[in-house]
């Protein structure tokens, strides 16, 4: 009887000890990092560990802005954008691509629950996607299902995938970028000429 009295006094002790480190769990980043940040992991992670902070409303603001594209910086670039032709597309310089999630509201759901979820058995990974290069790119995700993934030219998209084996491909101001991934966590990807 004294032996399953100490053992339930030390599983007591173990879990208040885990549930403390976990109420006092601190963000990765630092609320100077997030301002500077349009990285939504980065305003994500922040806003889960902090939710008290005296910022946390505005980087929850900054983060619907960024997820919805109502972000200042975001429309000046759009305005500006001019598909650059390769050989092999038709020449048209007057298309201005458009981000992508505009009027689609599930995306940035989907993502936001994904990257608050603590659950280690989720089906999908977050693949974010920057573009360093001075064109727009659409990369082409093949796996158990397809998607095409628009971006800009330094600029930056995201989808959420089911986990599993993905071949990328992209045109890059006339260079070719090709890759095969196996997607089994959030990931990110950056792509340039050089």
Do not use: W
Not at 69 to 92: D, F, I, W, Y
Not at 142 to 154: M, P, Q, R, T
Not at 166 to 175: D, E, F, P, R, W
């Amino acid at each position: 009887m004294k032996k399953v009295k100490k053992i339930a006094e030390i599983t007591l002790c173990v879990l208040t000890l885990s549930t403390f480190s976990m109420a006092n769990a601190q963000s990765k980043y630092t609320s100077q990092q997030v301002e500077a940040s349009n990285d939504i992991k980065v305003i994500a992670n922040f806003i889960k560990y902090n939710p008290e902070h005296p910022d946390t409303p505005k980087f929850k603001t900054k983060l619907h802005n960024i997820l919805n594209g109502e972000t200042k910086e975001k429309e000046l670039r759009t305005k500006k954008m001019v598909s650059v032709p390769t050989k092999t597309e038709a020449v048209n310089t007057n298309i201005v691509m458009k981000p992508t999630n505009i009027g689609d509201s599930s995306k940035p759901v989907d993502v936001l629950n994904h990257l608050f979820s603590n659950d280690p058995s989720k089906k999908e990974a977050y693949l974010l996607v920057k573009n360093l290069s001075n064109c727009n790119i659409t990369v082409k995700i093949d796996g158990s299902k397809k998607y095409n993934l628009d971006i800009a030219a330094h600029n930056e998209n995201y989808i959420l995938l089911d986990k599993g084996n993905y071949s990328l491909s992209a045109s890059i101001c006339n260079g070719k970028y090709s890759s095969n991934k196996l997607i089994n966590k959030d990931m990110e990807v950056s792509l340039s000429l050089n």
